[in-house]
């Protein structure tokens, strides 16, 4: 007997067919003697429906007025997935997030989840009964609606896991895995049996929109052994787990990329301290998320050279921002190119190889891919090149870390 | 200044316009200095899209699931009204049935409101707050949400105005009052500046949909003046209020008709007691609702005739129901007739002025009428006629007690 969440995603639910198959598993886990909780998403296309209400109704809006529309969604589903669970003659009662409740903190829209009682959930788990949670919702501490942001729903469903020591978090979604790569890119994708935390962090961040990156950190902080594997298939997924549960660590796990970035450069920057604040400091306080900085050394002693990516969809208010302080920072001139292209290789056995960094740049440069910008953390290196390059590039780093599928 | 309940049902809050068209009623009433609660239905269309979504997932389902979904409706438009009032400027929140909370019993789908908490929401009206509620929804003992049936919103907005001791609960509806007679038949109906409860009572269980049955007990029961106007116009509409209200009473104030009855009848019954028991008894069980009922005298003391009505589309089960028990009453002979109306007429004045019922009966027989069965109350006269002269009838009665327009 085990005790297992089982998260179903908008697209997982997003008929009344689909609700009933999902059911199904949901039996299927039932009926062999586990304890479950099934946590699931708006149908798909109706927090989009909601939200649009939303903006319709008043352009700058309450967002604890926008939560509790948009929470909406959920709650039609527990109900739904509760009724066509007991028409199976599963025994079932929905829960919304007041209910439980799960507490979060009041920041609206984006609340963290504090806490979730489970004591009652657990007693009827006792009586056989399955408990069918909203995700993506939360109280406040005065007894307002909260979401937790898109995609809460994972991060809903890790948390309780997590609270219920569960012994599994089963993520149902439109996809069969996490993969070494884009399918679309490289058709010699393989499915990952095992991914650790750490490589799905990057992995998500990087977009690759299999899980929020909040619910895999959640994840990782309380050992949550999380699963994604497809709605609409029997097969294996990928498991999500421990560093310490994957025995053979390969070098390279993953190769994503993140399109949709620009990079700014300033030249003959004032090289004094206080400057980089007086540049990330403005940019940071108008909410534009900046990614990979490069300073160059500076020549002169005088003046450097500063490179930096932003969000292309940012770049117009980066440049608006940067205009308001260059009279105080005097760089001679600034040029942005929205044509770029963030690609990473991924994996935690990077720690204990050498050579991963010069095994990218081979493969790159054997393709005549040139190199804008360079950044790496432990586990991921990163490159930034023309986005004209990066089917090529993501396949030649495919096949240079022996990824691709026999 | 007032203390005013606005109720805004399904097409007046059917879109964002409309949603925002009510915002500005509402933010007028607020400027002028009322204390303002707003009771909002689910946008119209809404409701039946997620029963409709119920009936899909499950045959037979759990009303409290069914509770959850619809519930759903309401949770959206005071998210949007609250948005959209705040937008015009107006300190407003949105309260769901839970938060503030309104006690409900635990019939599911059919809850009858116990109490409602107006503490918060009062102390709110102090800081010039406008408080939007839900409708149609309230809490039951055990925390799991309620409805009270369609058209339950126009209860919540009398119990609500109940409860904060409103000066007067504003019903915005689609139509501009209640009139005498159905315009669609009498051209010349006038609209009905006020109307006693117990007249509104009549009207609307005969059909007169402006009003929910259950909130106009409730307005009686809690001496509620209830405002019955359009969102459409700005027209004083139709006040339902307390009979010392209404200086010179009206001997009749409205003709209404009932379609969709049937008539059964029964001869040669027994003529024992225990037999009306015996018919009338396993319908109850059988949850038909008979209407009118007469019995003929029995002519050789030993058998009677029973007449009766029903909802037309109970016949075929009414029918089932009396071939069960026929074996012990033994009856001759069934008949039914689906092609019948029930035509009344309606007026607290009544009681005080003799021959109403004779000035009915001549008008009818003047034009040809049969009158199948009669039934009175103390303000109404009700009599069952063949449904093809529903219109001639209706208007021969309007005519003949004056109620025409000018």
Known sequence: MARIVMKFGGTSVGDIERIQRAALRVKAESDAGHEIAVVVSAMSGETNRLVDLTRAAAPMHDAREYDTVVAAGEQVTIGLMSMALQDLGVNARSWLGWQLPIHTTDVHSAARITSIETGEVIRRFGEGQVAVVAGFQGMAPNGRITTLGRGGSDTSAVALAAALKADRCDIYTDVDGVYTTDPRIVPAARKLDKITYEEMLELASLGAKVLQTRSVELAMNHGVRVHVRSSFSDEPGTLVVDEEEIVEQQMVNGVTYAPNEAKITLRNVADKPGVSAGIFGPLADANINVDMIVQNVSEDGATTDLTFTVPRDSLDRTRKVLDGVRETLQWSDMTADPNV???SIVGVGMRSHVGVAKTMFQALAEKGINIQVITTSEIKVSVLI?????????????????????
């Not at 990066?390 to 599928?405: G, Q, S």
């Open 341 to 343: 292209v963030k690609v």
């Open 386 to 406: 023309a986005d004209e390059y990066t089917e090529l590039a993501v396949r030649a780093l495919h096949t240079a870390f022996e990824l691709d599928a026999a």
